[in-house]
């Protein structure tokens, strides 16, 4: 498959990541190869996606190769059951599980520069974690370990930047400026961040445990890739296979 990248650029040793705008699925699909994962044909968007976190986030994770292409497999695979490998722009992607006047939760979409409501379950970034599983502490500790001597505003511009917004546009100064929880909310949605972090629930919760939120059938999204752990375990497996073979 042709994907469609900015060039990877070190910025004072930061991976410049591509832009979400500059990622798309190929038009060529007599030569794309075909992923399948859980027994499923991805999507041509997330097959973008998943090409995506092979040439851009691999390669910044830490760890040895395989170390690093478990945690990208089980990331996406989490990703992926989610449904938002399928989003236009998962980079920027919020989503706030807000209380209806009928007593009932409802997942609504959030602008770049809103917050969720406190207590409420709000899910951002490619990697889709919530935002109150970690401390704003824990945050900043994994972006010194990835990155040294990396400033949290130089994490803040480099996560608008993939999101896709210009340096000069007033979304991207407001979230390069931003505080408190949204700055929480957009430092996990740089996707290193994010995967980094995350993936330490996965494990802990749908890998070494069974929560009954890691699986099921309510989605189509999830009934083909998490119908059942055992399930799961196969979608983290295809995806092991897939970035072994797409990663540096």
Same mark, same amino acid.
């Given at each position: 498959?042709? %994907?469609?990248?900015?060039? =990877?650029?070190? =910025?004072?040793?930061?991976?410049?990541?591509? !832009?979400?705008?500059?990622?798309?699925?190929?038009?060529?699909?007599?030569?794309?190869?075909? %992923?399948?994962?859980?027994?499923?044909?991805?999507?041509?968007?997330?097959?973008?996606?998943?090409? %995506?976190?092979?040439? !851009?986030? +691999?390669?910044?994770?830490?760890?040895?190769?395989?170390?690093?292409?478990?945690?990208?497999?089980?990331?996406?695979?989490?990703?992926?059951?989610?449904?938002?490998?399928?989003?236009?722009?998962?980079?920027?992607?919020?989503?706030?599980?807000?209380?209806?006047?009928?007593?009932?939760?409802?997942?609504?979409?959030?602008?770049?520069?809103?917050?969720?409501?406190?207590?409420?379950?709000?899910?951002?970034?490619?990697?889709?974690?919530?935002?109150? /599983?970690?401390?704003?502490?824990?945050?900043?500790?994994?972006?010194?370990?990835?990155?040294?001597?990396?400033? +949290? !505003?130089? +994490?803040?511009?480099?996560?608008?930047? +993939?999101?896709?917004?210009?340096? /000069?546009?007033?979304?991207?100064?407001?979230? !390069? /400026?931003?505080?408190?929880?949204?700055?929480?909310?957009?430092?996990?949605?740089?996707?290193?961040?994010?995967?980094?972090?995350?993936?330490? /629930?996965?494990?802990?919760?749908?890998?070494?445990?069974?929560?009954?939120?890691? %699986?099921?059938?309510?989605w189509p999204e999830t009934a083909a890739y998490a119908p059942t752990q055992q399930a799961a375990l196969k979608s983290i497996a295809d995806l092991e296979k897939i970035y072994d073979a797409l990663a540096p």
């Open positions: 498959m042709k %994907f469609i990248f900015a060039a =990877l650029v070190l =910025l004072n040793g930061l991976v410049a990541l591509p !832009a979400a705008e500059t990622i798309s699925p190929s038009t060529e699909k007599k030569s794309a190869p075909t %992923f399948v994962v859980n027994g499923h044909t991805l999507h041509a968007k997330e097959q973008a996606w998943v090409g %995506f976190v092979a040439k !851009a986030v +691999i390669p910044q994770l830490k760890g040895t190769r395989p170390d690093r292409i478990k945690i990208a497999a089980e990331v996406s695979w989490w990703g992926l059951k989610e449904g938002l490998y399928k989003t236009p722009n998962p980079i920027a992607f919020s989503s706030c599980s807000k209380l209806q006047p009928d007593g009932k939760k409802k997942d609504v979409p959030l602008g770049p520069l809103a917050a969720c409501e406190t207590g409420r379950a709000w899910q951002v970034g490619i990697a889709a974690v919530q935002v109150g /599983n970690f401390p704003a502490e824990k945050v900043s500790d994994t972006i010194k370990e990835l990155w040294p001597e990396k400033s +949290i !505003a130089e +994490i803040l511009k480099e996560a608008a930047r +993939i999101a896709g917004y210009k340096a /000069n546009d007033p979304t991207s100064t407001a979230i !390069a /400026n931003s505080t408190g929880v949204l700055q929480k909310s957009w430092l996990l949605r740089h996707p290193v961040v994010g995967f980094t972090l995350v993936d330490k /629930n996965i494990r802990n919760q749908c890998i070494n445990s069974s929560h009954d939120y890691c %699986f099921g059938s309510r």
